[in-house]
């Protein structure tokens, strides 16, 4: 799990890197878009547990958050597709 308190590993670094070039693909976005990926784990019970967030950040436009309900290293490309096809408030 990313966290406030610890360093990603290494396969973590790499899969949130591989997400980022799939988003960057699927969408077709240019080198001006910011992406972040990271992993979050609610405590609160009505939460689905682990997921990962896909932050889309284009400059004059609003950010756009992605969401899939698998932990990083689960994420594959058809859980990315999935989930940029169902963008978040």
Same mark, same amino acid.
């Not at 360093?7 to 973590?12: N, V």
């Not at 609003?62 to 989930?83: C, G, I, M, N």
């Given at each position: 799990?990313?966290?406030?308190? /610890?360093?990603?590993? %290494?396969? $973590?670094? $790499? +899969?949130?890197?591989?997400? +980022?070039?799939?988003?960057? $693909?699927?969408?077709?976005?240019?080198?001006?878009? !910011?992406?972040?990926?990271?992993?979050?784990?609610? @405590?609160?019970?009505?939460?689905? @547990?682990?997921? !990962?967030?896909? &932050? *889309?950040? /284009?400059? @004059?436009?609003?950010?756009?958050?992605? +969401?899939?309900?698998?932990? &990083?290293?689960? *994420?594959?490309? %058809?859980? *990315?597709? $999935?989930?940029? %096809?169902?963008?978040?408030?």
């Amino acid at each position: 799990m990313f966290g406030l308190f /610890r360093k990603p590993s %290494a396969p $973590e670094r $790499e +899969k949130a890197a591989a997400i +980022k070039a799939i988003v960057r $693909e699927i969408q077709g976005l240019s080198d001006d878009a !910011t992406l972040s990926v990271s992993e979050i784990q609610c @405590g609160d019970a009505s939460c689905p @547990g682990t997921e !990962t967030v896909i &932050l *889309v950040m /284009r400059p @004059g436009l609003k950010t756009q958050a992605f +969401k899939v309900l698998a932990p &990083l290293l689960e *994420v594959d490309r %058809a859980a *990315v597709e $999935e989930a940029l %096809a169902t963008p978040q408030a």
